[in-house]
């Protein structure tokens, strides 16, 4: 059974960092491209990043570049996504997803950017 | 970057209405079209993909169509479950955007 599940997310001061991971089973993580997607509360769907099987491309949406970084780990069956100089409007439910299209999705952890 | 537009943004319907929300891609994307149904507080699901192609475990009531610039995702027969957000997505080629989203409730 493919899952996905992420973690990581919480309570971060504006100007903060986090680091959300998201452990994957049940299919070979290298041969898919994976993404993260999020959703700030009350909107919707933003296409955040994505990477491909081997790491070596990378995309960031404009509203992330610069201060977003997605990795991989195909050995450990993780992707990775490292926040940095973080927002108020980076609030949101994070989901990892493989694809395209987007077929399995994680359950989303929440990142909540405040003082 | 290429814009997917969704209408209506909003759309009340009756059971056993059929139903249907458009999607337009701002340039062709050939049939690089998925749609999601995002029911409240849950995860989005895969509904259809290369436009119009039901995924596994899908009910046959919800169809898509179009290729190029315009898309169409149907409900053949409402039903009180099909309450939820409805997104596009293209995934031609980065960045894979989604629509704005198309909330869908009973009247």
């Known amino acids: 059974e493919v899952q996905l599940v992420e973690s990581g997310g919480g309570l971060v001061q504006p100007g903060g960092s986090l680091r959300l991971s998201c452990a994957a089973s049940?299919?070979?993580?290298?041969?898919?491209?994976m993404h993260w997607v999020r959703q700030a509360p009350g909107k919707g769907l933003e296409y955040v990043s994505a990477?491909?099987?081997?790491?070596?491309?990378?995309y960031y949406a404009n509203s992330v570049k610069g201060r977003f970084t997605i990795s991989r780990d195909n050995s450990k069956n993780t992707l990775y996504l490292q926040m940095g100089s973080l927002r108020g409007e980076d609030t949101a439910v994070y989901y990892c997803a493989r694809g395209p299209p987007l077929d399995y999705w994680g359950q989303g952890t929440l990142v909540t950017v405040s003082s | 970057d290429i814009q997917m537009t969704q209408s209506p943004s909003s759309l009340s319907a009756s059971v056993g209405d059929r139903v249907s929300i458009t999607c337009r891609a701002s340039q062709g994307i050939s049939i690089y079209l998925a749609w999601y149904q995002q029911k409240p507080g849950k995860v989005p699901n895969l509904l259809i993909y290369?436009?119009?192609t039901l995924q596994s475990g899908v009910p046959s009531r919800f169809s898509g169509s179009g290729s190029g610039t315009d898309f169409t995702l149907t409900i053949s027969s409402l039903q009180p479950e099909d309450v939820a957000t409805y997104y596009c997505?293209?995934?031609?080629?980065?960045?894979?955007?989604f629509g704005q989203g198309t909330k869908l409730e009973i009247k």
């Open positions: 997505q293209k995934y031609d080629s980065a960045p894979r955007t």
């Open positions: 049940g299919f070979t993580l290298s041969s898919y491209l």
């Open positions: 990477i491909s099987g081997n790491g070596g491309s990378t």
């Open positions: 290369a436009a119009s």
